[in-house]
């Protein structure tokens, strides 16, 4: 169709034009795509339609242009842009428009045959430093080049929306200034703690903490804007503990570039006794445990954990036990970061992992307990083998499928369960009594799960014989439990 002048192919799903899709339309002047599903243009492919004056592209979702995409429509008198996705343009893609150059260039008014009509409305521009460039371009548009509608608006950010590009003054780029009211912060075990750093930059920056625990140790970081161009963030610690003292480093960066600041938080033993709930005894206030099951296979789990004392007792030590026969299996691990895999797990049965301070017992709060599902047989009953359950609240695990879950009191353990979980293996494990809310407790979001169907071998029948018994404290294969 090499004699084609007009191409409309408005509200159609054209999401996109390849790069050769003009190249026979040599007498092409007007092309609309109004209403589609575009997302970028080969401006390249303009090259081969120069004599184009009309191109409409509007509602569609185009999020960028490029500084040179006009240079090949030489002429090109009306463009529309409306009702994209823009955010932020350079004043150079329209400063590198053929026509607007031409009128720019003494002794060639006479050359401009028409208006230049261009829409840009309907956009969620972000009118930062970034976009300074386009909105001195608006204020300054006179003749022959026409806006459709001169009254472009902010979207973003939040202290600008609403305003029109005529009333807003945007200043210039600059990276970040970062600062911090005390670079050394000092507290005692247990006291919580923020550390703030405040970042000036324009455009607004993204700010990111790292210390040396940050894969183990979470914490909150709340970021606000105090003015215009000033972001505060702050790192909330709860419950300082001497492993969290080390250095903090904030790093605000933008589009210009990086600033960091280091902040050193000191964490001094209490002098007083501890808090009730407390982890660690007072003999134990300077041991820290994380224990958690980071992978679990067909066949074992994967466990990992960070230990660290300051005490003489350099060591630690990890309990493996079962209930299957009340084997044990105890191995030696110094502190820092370390793993180890749990191999042939037997269908049914639980699984105790503690780690504790030298060659003291297992105390409570460093444990996790889980239960094995029961061996259908073949690979896809070994898939079921492994449902975690969480007791100790130590750590969160993934919950499979099918599985429905119950608030634990914490912190607890094996023993505290008694005799209906721990030693009466012939029995179906039974949930626990939902635990009352405490609203200081940190552990209240932790949770235990069990899977019904999955119970330790020889308590299918007891289990049938008990739901049966219960009636209608029993409906679709979930128990219901009551407050005590």
């Known amino acids: 169709m ?11 799903n054209v999401t996109v034009i390849h790069l050769g899709a003009l190249e026979h339309l040599s007498e092409l002047k007007e092309l609309r795509l109004e209403g589609n599903k575009l997302r970028s243009v080969p401006w390249t492919a303009f090259r081969a339609t120069p004599l184009l004056r009309v191109l409409d592209l509007k509602h569609n979702r185009i999020d960028a242009l490029p500084e040179l995409a ?49 829409a840009l409305h309907d956009n969620p521009w972000l009118c930062d430093c970034r976009l300074r460039g386009l909105v001195q371009f608006i204020k300054s548009i006179s003749l022959p080049v026409i806006l459709v509608n001169p009254y472009l608006m902010c979207r973003g950010p939040l202290f600008k929306a609403g305003q029109l590009f005529h009333e807003t003054e945007l200043s210039v780029c600059r990276k970040p200034q970062i600062s911090t009211p005390s670079a050394n912060v000092s507290v005692q075990v247990g006291q919580n703690v923020t550390l703030r750093c405040l970042a000036q930059a324009s455009p607004s920056p993204t700010i990111a903490w790292t210390y040396p625990l940050s894969t183990w140790r979470e914490f909150d970081v709340l970021t606000s804007f105090t003015a215009e161009d000033a972001t505060l963030s702050e790192l909330v610690i709860p ?19 990086v600033s960091t600041v280091v902040i050193s938080l000191g964490v001094q033993p209490a002098q007083a006794l501890l808090a009730p709930r407390s982890l660690f005894s007072p003999s134990e206030s300077s041991a820290y445990v994380d224990l958690r ?14 230990a660290a004392a300051d005490t003489p007792e350099k060591w630690f030590t990890l309990y493996i036990a079962s209930d299957e026969a009340f084997r044990k299996k105890v191995v030696h691990v110094g502190p820092g970061i370390n793993t180890y895999t749990v191999d042939d797990l037997l269908p049914g049965t639980k699984y105790e992992v503690c780690l504790s301070l030298g060659g003291q017992p ?31 609240c130590a750590v969160l695990l993934a919950v499979p499928v099918g599985a429905y879950a ?15 979980w721990c030693l009466r293996r012939r029995k179906a494990p039974r949930c626990p009594l939902a635990a009352p809310e405490l609203r200081d407790d940190p552990y209240r979001d ?18 049938d014989e008990q739901r049966a018994g219960e009636g209608d404290d029993h409906r679709g294969g979930l128990v219901r439990t009551s407050s005590p």
């Open 2 to 12: 090499r004699t084609l002048e007009y191409l409309w192919l408005n509200f159609n």
């Open 70 to 118: 006009l240079q090949f429509l030489v002429n090109l008198t009306y463009l529309d842009l409306s009702s994209n996705r823009l955010t932020v343009v350079s004043k150079n893609v329209f400063l590198n428009w053929p026509a607007y150059q031409k009128h720019q260039q003494s002794g060639h008014e006479a050359e401009i045959l028409s208006s230049m009509v261009l």
């Open 239 to 257: 419950a300082a503990h001497l492993v969290d003292r080390g250095n903090y480093t904030c790093m605000a960066s933008n589009a210009i570039g």
């Open 293 to 306: 099951v980071v992978k679990q296979t067909v066949h074992g789990i994967l466990l990992e954990w960070f």
């Open 362 to 392: 297992p105390r409570q709060g460093r444990c996790v307990v889980f239960v094995t599902g029961r061996d259908d047989g073949g690979l896809e009953g070994r898939e079921r083998l492994l449902h975690t359950t969480v007791i100790l």
């Open 406 to 420: 119950w608030a634990a009191q914490a912190p607890c353990t094996c023993r505290a369960w008694g005799p209906r």
């Open 446 to 463: 932790h949770t235990a799960v069990c899977e019904d169907g999955l119970q330790p071998g020889g308590a299918e029948r007891e289990g």
